[in-house]
């Protein structure tokens, strides 16, 4: 800790500071061209090893919770909600992909921020930041690329069902 201050002052700072960092960087994330999310840049790519999204389902059993994660638009009252498909033409499917890539990029940034938490936190407290990201942020990045795994299965035509495969 680089900075003292009394306890209470430390969780009001830990409370203001991540929802400035979150809705600062999501207002950010969504002043980005559309444009920029339609191309295929390396970060955002679906890897092979990824099977489409058919990975995280194994792994994290995605289907079972992805529900239950809260969509940003409805706090920032902008964006394009992912909680489904705007529709099954293609250019809809590849929106929804472009915006899965936005999402994506908003909370690997949201990450970022942890390490300053230690300037006003205790060491323990500031890995509880660290923490925090992560379990808050991950899950999020998981659901943006089976989601978005499993549109590249039915653009490409892998699967034909798409109504099955979201």
């Keep these: ?29 969504l002043k980005l061209p559309l444009a920029w999310f339609l191309q295929d ?9 990824e099977q489409c999204g058919a990975l995280w389902q194994r792994l994290f059993r ?29 250019r809809d499917l590849m929106v929804f992909a472009a915006e899965t890539k936005r999402a994506e990029l908003t909370h690997w940034l949201s ?3 942890a390490p300053l938490f230690f300037i006003w ?24 690329r089976y989601n978005r795994g499993r549109i590249s299965a039915i653009t490409s035509g892998v699967g034909k069902k798409s109504s099955r495969l979201l």
């Design 1 to 29: 800790m680089i900075v003292s201050l009394p306890d209470y002052w430390i969780i009001i700072l830990d409370v203001v500071a991540w929802t400035f960092f979150h809705l600062f960087i999501s207002a950010l994330c």
């Design 62 to 90: 995605v289907k079972a919770w992805k529900g239950l994660i809260l969509d940003g638009t409805i706090f920032l009252k902008k964006g394009y909600s992912k909680k489904g498909l705007h529709g099954t033409k293609s």
């Design 41 to 49: 840049h390396f970060w955002f790519r679906t890897f092979p090893f």
């Design 111 to 113: 990450i970022l921020p």
């Design 121 to 144: 936190n205790p060491v323990w407290a500031g890995w509880g930041m660290v923490l925090y990201a992560l379990v808050f942020n991950l899950p999020i990045i998981v659901v943006q």
